[in-house]
C-alpha cells in the first residue's frame, strides 16, 4: 500500500501531517505502537510492526518488561526499529474503551504526550504515530482524535524549543483518516 498525505499544515513552525497509509513503511525518526502493557505485539499495529521489522523489536520489548515490568496505560517505552526505515519504536500504552467512565480520555492524551516528549528527549526531528486505542481497544475514533489534536497542542505549547519538526498522523483506513481530517481544525485553531 502506498503512502499518501492528505493534509500538511505548520504550528508552531512544527509540520503536522495527516497520512493514510502503512505506518511500518514511513521515513521518520520513531514510529509509535499502538501496544498493551506487556509489549506482546500480536495483532493490529503492534503484530503489523513486528512482522515488518523483524523479531528483534519483540525481543527488546520482552526484555523491557522482563527489566521495568509492565508499561503503565498512558506510558511509554522504547526499542530499535529493526528492518524499519525509523530508528526507533515508541510503544504507547493506550487505554481499553470501557464506555468512558475509568478516566480513559485522560489516559490516551497522556499515551499521546508522553509519545511526543520521548521524542523529543532522544532528540528525534520526525514522529509517525496511529490512533492509539481507536482500533481493537474499542476507543471512538472522533474523541481520539480530539484528543490527538488538543494534545499535540499542549505540548507544542509546553516545548517551545523541541527538536521534534515534523508529526505526521498516520491511519490505514479511510474513515480514521476522514475522521483525522476533519478533527484537524482544533490544531489549527489553537494559539500555541
Not at 500504552?93 to 499521546?112: C, F, I, N, T
Not at 475514533?141 to 517551545?160: D, G, M, N, Q, V
Not at 476522514?178 to 485553531?189: M, P
Request: charged residues 30%.
Amino acid at each position: 500500500m502506498s503512502t499518501k498525505e492528505l493534509k500538511r499544515f505548520k504550528k508552531a513552525g512544527i509540520d503536522i501531517v495527516i497520512v493514510k497509509g502503512d505506518i511500518t513503511t514511513e521515513k521518520v525518526d520513531a514510529i509509535v505502537n499502538a501496544a498493551n502493557s506487556h509489549l506482546q505485539h500480536g495483532g493490529g499495529v503492534a503484530g503489523a510492526i513486528v512482522r515488518a521489522g523483524g523479531e528483534s523489536i519483540q525481543r527488546e520489548s520482552d526484555e523491557y518488561v522482563k527489566e521495568n515490568g509492565p508499561v503503565p496505560t498512558g506510558g511509554v517505552a522504547v526499542t530499535g526499529a529493526g528492518n524499519l526505515k525509523a530508528k526507533y519504536v515508541i510503544h504507547a500504552v493506550g487505554p481499553v474503551w470501557k464506555g468512558g467512565k475509568a478516566d480513559e480520555e485522560k489516559k490516551l492524551s497522556e499515551a499521546v504526550y508522553n509519545s511526543l516528549k520521548k521524542a523529543h528527549e532522544l532528540g528525534l526531528c520526525s514522529i509517525s504515530m496511529p490512533a492509539i486505542s481507536s482500533g481493537i481497544f474499542g476507543f471512538p475514533k472522533e474523541r481520539c482524535a480530539e484528543i490527538f489534536f488538543e494534545t499535540i497542542a499542549r505540548f507544542l505549547k509546553e516545548h517551545k524549543e523541541t527538536s521534534l519538526k515534523e508529526i505526521r498522523l498516520c491511519n490505514i483506513d479511510s474513515e480514521t483518516c476522514e475522521i483525522f481530517l476533519e478533527k484537524s481544525e482544533i490544531l489549527q485553531k489553537e494559539e500555541v
